[in-house]
């Protein structure tokens, strides 16, 4: 790490922090959950409206956000001013009596988690050099895994409260990073102010950078904002335009509806219901293969195709959800024989604690880190609009996945339900053989 780069690994930390602050205590599968139903908050009915609540309205932050920044508006406000409304959300959960309340606290963090995610793609890929956006964004990723671990290790000690307490401080200092790293040269550009698109440039990386250069490559790709929507929409019809778009909404939906939300909370629930294993160890198997898988993929990211990452990546969580399939297979063939099924439950319980493993390794390992780069590597024009549309789709598939998962469940049993999934990655590496060379 070069000490002229300096700011720009600050400015880039300082959206690690972000997302850090962004991974609440509404995940579906976090112990928090538990907490709130113990002190009846939430029951077995409101329950999964909290759960996915934020999903849904991730969506209505990120559009919001890129529809404000189509219009002009700076995306470092606009994030500054979502950042209240996460706030208030933290607040009404840390004050929460009632399931009204709590929920919706979580909606307006989720809104707020939305326009973070659109700030922070689109400003380590306007900030970080052409060298600098793949190791980059997939530390964006790999932060996404810290901030998972943190809210599964701290739910499992802290009261639901001050979970939402650390929240609320982490989106504060996150907001004091924001303001004080410099706006994006990209943005300067593109309103023409060529002089501090420059000298952001020099603090950025150093004295001696060609900021000439820089600028008229940022020129080359991307749109003023003095062009009108109509010029802006025409370009819009360029195949060269459209692709990234193309391919990020269908990996961001592929990488979302395999269900790994809702595959980790079912396996961590029959953990729990064999009693072979310490339900606060168990809720912990997932957020540290996950960071294990991270790490190994920040290792060698740089040494081989993405694609390749992707694809065995795929691979692995395919043979997790067939694996899944043949355990419930087998213990529903013994509970229908009649047969000691809790001490055979016991003996295979080895079994879900190997597909949770396996299951998180390789998410880590390809999509939780990939994807994040390759959105910094791929878009250049309309990047607050293609970033947008991809989390938009992205917390949908997570929503629709988590949906579709508990019903097959419950109508057509695990068996058939982890097939069905499992078939979607098999999907996703014909996708990626054929239309990802990166």
């Known amino acids: ?23 609440n205590i509404v995940g579906f599968s ?23 609540i934020s999903h849904i309205t991730r969506i209505f932050g990120g559009i919001s956000a890129t529809i404000l920044t189509q219009f002009g508006f700076n995306l470092k406000v606009v994030v500054l001013v979502s950042s209240v409304i996460g706030m208030l959300g933290y607040e009404l959960i840390i004050i929460a009596e009632s399931a009204t309340c709590i929920i919706s606290g979580a909606a307006l963090v989720g809104a707020y988690t939305g326009s973070v995610v659109l700030f922070t793609n689109t400003y380590i ?40 307490v650390s929240g609320l ?34 603090y950025l990386h150093g004295s001696e950078f060609d900021a000439d250069t820089e600028i008229q490559k940022i020129k080359g790709k991307t749109l003023s904002s003095k062009i009108s929507w109509i010029e802006r929409f025409r370009t819009l019809k360029e195949w060269k335009v459209i692709k990234p778009m193309v391919l990020i909404a269908v990996l961001a939906f592929l990488k979302e509806l395999g269900g790994h939300e809702a595959m980790v909370a079912f396996s961590s629930h029959i953990l729990e219901n064999q009693q072979a294993m310490d339900p606060k160890v168990a809720s912990l198997f997932y957020p540290i293969f996950l960071i294990i898988g991270s790490i190994m993929c920040m290792l060698i990211m740089n040494y081989c195709k993405l694609k390749w990452l992707m694809i065995t990546a795929s691979i692995f969580q395919a043979i997790s959800h067939i ?27 080895f079994w879900p604690i190997f597909n949770i493993a396996l299951f998180a390794f390789s998410f880590g390992f390809g999509w939780g880190l990939v994807y994040f780069s ?28 988590i949906m579709i998962f508990f019903y097959l469940l419950k109508n057509i049993g695990g068996f058939a339900t982890f097939l069905i999934f499992s078939s979607n990655y098999f999907i996703a590496i014909a996708f990626i053989s054929f239309f990802l060379n990166i």
């Open 169 to 202: 401080i982490e989106v504060c200092v996150f907001c004091f990073l924001i303001v004080i790293n410099p706006l994006s040269p990209v943005w300067y550009v593109q309103q023409g102010l060529d002089d501090k698109a420059k000298s952001t440039l020099l």
């Open 30 to 52: 976090s112990p928090t959950q538990k907490q709130l139903i113990h002190e009846n908050i939430l029951n077995d009915q409101t329950l999964p409206i909290f759960a996915s």
């Open 323 to 349: 694996s899944m399939a043949i355990y419930y297979l087998v213990s529903e063939h013994y509970l229908h024989c009649n047969t000691e099924y809790s001490q055979l439950c016991h003996k295979l319980a």
């Open 125 to 164: 890929a306007e900030v970080a050099l052409d060298s600098q956006r793949k190791a980059m964004g997939g530390g964006l990723g790999f932060s996404v895994r810290i901030g998972l671990f943190i809210v599964y290790f701290t739910g499992i000690w802290l009261p639901f409260r001050w979970l939402a």
């Open 1 to 23: 790490m070069s000490a002229r780069n300096i700011p720009t690994y600050f400015a880039v930390f300082s959206c690690y922090i972000g997302i850090v602050a962004l991974i």
């Open 374 to 401: 390759l959105i910094g590597i791929m878009f250049t024009k309309h990047r607050e609009l293609f970033t947008g549309i991809s989390s938009a789709i992205t917390n949908l598939a997570n929503y629709m996945a």
